[in-house]
C-alpha cells in the first residue's frame, strides 16, 4: 500500500518504489558474494587448523615411538603381532595409529580390541564413527557414495590423507612397497629419514570424499577414471615403472567443459577415496604425480592397485597440506608439476633420485635430493 502525504501526492511513486527495489536487490547481488567469500575464508581457516593438530599429532607419535606412522599395516601396530587370516581386513591407516595422540583413546582401543578378535572388515561400529577432526568444513556434506559392501556403509569418511610422494605403487600382502612420501607403505620411518627437510615434504593433504552426482561418480575432482595405459601395471608386483602411456593419457577420458569424466571410473564396493577413514590401502593417500584438483587415473577397478591421485579440495585454487615440521602451507593449483629438462612425455615416477614432477614432486618425496625449496 502506498501511503500520501497531506498533499494529497504518494509519498512514494510506483518508479520511485521500483528504483528502491531494484537498489537493495543490486545491494544483496554484491553483499551475497562477499558474504560466502567470507564464510570460506573461515572454513578454509578451519581446515588449516584440523591439519595442524593432525600434524602435531604425528609429531607426539613420532615423540614416543621414534619414528612416523605407516601409510597402512597389516599387523597390530607395534605390537610385533604379524597379520594372520583373523585379522586381514583393510590394514590401519595413519590416522588409526595416532589416535591417541588427538586425544582419541578410546577409539583406538575399541578398534584395537575388533582385530585381535576379529576381521577388520567386521568392525562395522568404528568404521561408522565419524571423526570431525578428519573432515574438512568446507566438504562437510554428508557422503552419499555407492557402497555396496556392507561392512562399510555409512562409513565415516575423512578429507586428510597422506602423502605417498610421487610413486604409485600396488598394494601387496607381502612386500613394503616403494613409497617416496615421508610416511612410508609399512615400514616405519623417522625424521632423519626426511633428507630433504622437514620443511620442504609434504606429510599430509586434502582429498574431497567422492559423493552421488547424478547416479554416476564422473566429477572429476572426486573420483578416479579407469584408463589402463596411465598408470602401472595391475599385474606388476614391485618396481614397475609406467607403461608406454604418459600420465596424461587419462585426459582423453575427460569433458572439460563439464568437468566430468567421460569414460568408466573406479567403482569399487568400499566407495572412493577417502570414504573409510580406516582404510591404509593405496587409493587411501594422495600422490604429488599430478597437480591438485588434477585428474586421477587408475588402471584396475580395485581399491589396493597403483593409482594417479592428486589432492582436491573446495577451496578455491587449491588445497591446504601440512608439512612434517608441522606447518601449513596452501598448495595451488597451478604448482610447477615438470622438473627443468625433463620432458612431459618422459617424466615418470622412480623409486631414487630427484623427481620428474618439479617442484610439486620435490615436496612429496622425503629424501629425492632435489636442490631448492619448494
Not at 198 to 224: A, P
Not at 284 to 309: E, F, H, Q, R, W
Not at 318 to 336: A, H, W, Y
Request: glycine share 10%.
Amino acid at each position: 500500500m502506498i501511503h500520501s502525504n497531506k498533499t494529497g501526492r504518494p509519498a512514494f511513486t510506483l518508479v520511485e518504489l521500483l528504483v528502491v527495489i531494484a537498489i537493495i536487490g543490486v545491494l544483496i547481488a554484491l553483499l551475497l558474494p562477499a558474504v560466502q567469500a567470507a564464510r570460506e575464508a573461515a572454513r578454509r581457516m578451519q581446515c588449516t587448523n584440523k591439519l595442524k593438530q593432525l600434524g602435531l599429532g604425528i609429531q607426539n607419535y613420532h615423540d614416543v615411538y621414534n619414528s612416523l606412522p605407516t601409510l597402512c599395516t597389516r599387523e597390530i601396530p607395534r605390537t610385533g603381532q604379524a597379520a594372520t587370516a583373523a585379522r586381514d581386513g583393510l590394514g590401519w591407516s595413519y590416522a588409526t595409529q595416532i589416535l591417541p595422540f588427538i586425544e582419541l583413546s578410546a577409539i583406538y582401543d575399541e578398534y584395537k580390541a575388533d582385530m585381535l578378535a576379529n576381521r577388520c572388515d567386521s568392525n562395522r561400529q568404528v568404521h561408522r564413527v565419524v571423526i570431525p577432526a578428519l573432515r574438512c568444513p568446507s566438504d562437510a556434506t554428508k557422503r552419499t557414495a555407492k557402497v555396496t559392501n556392507a561392512n562399510y556403509t555409512n562409513s565415516g569418511p575423512s578429507n586428510y590423507l597422506p602423502c605417498g610422494g610421487d610413486y604409485s605403487y600396488r598394494f601387496m600382502e607381502a612386500d613394503n612397497g616403494h613409497s617416496r612420501g615421508a610416511m612410508s607403505y609399512r615400514d616405519y620411518v623417522g625424521l632423519e629419514g626426511v633428507t630433504d627437510g622437514t620443511s620442504n615434504t609434504l606429510l599430509i593433504s586434502e582429498r574431497i570424499v567422492q559423493k552421488m552426482r547424478d547416479g554416476n561418480f564422473r566429477v572429476t575432482r572426486e573420483t578416479v577414471v579407469l584408463d589402463t595405459t596411465a598408470v602401472p601395471s595391475a599385474a606388476a608386483t614391485v618396481a614397475d615403472d609406467f607403461q608406454t602411456a604418459v600420465p596424461d593419457s587419462c585426459t582423453t577420458n575427460v569433458n572439460a567443459a563439464k568437468k566430468e569424466y567421460s569414460s568408466a571410473t573406479l567403482d569399487v564396493s568400499q566407495g572412493g577415496p577417502g570414504a573409510v577413514w580406516t582404510h591404509g590401502f593405496s587409493f587411501c593417500i594422495v600422490n604429488t604425480i599430478k597437480p591438485p584438483n588434477g585428474y586421477a587415473c587408475a588402471s584396475k577397478n580395485d581399491m589396493a592397485d597403483a593409482m594417479i591421485l592428486p589432492p582436491s579440495s573446495e577451496h578455491s585454487g587449491g588445497v591446504n597440506g601440512v608439512l612434517c615440521d608441522g606447518s601449513v602451507r596452501f598448495i595451488s593449483d597451478t604448482i610447477n608439476c615438470l622438473t627443468g629438462g625433463v620432458v612431459a612425455a618422459d617424466a615418470r615416477p622412480k623409486m631414487f633420485g630427484e623427481s620428474d614432477f618439479g617442484v610439486w614432486g620435490a615436496l612429496g618425496t622425503r629424501s629425492g635430493g632435489e636442490v631448492g625449496t619448494p
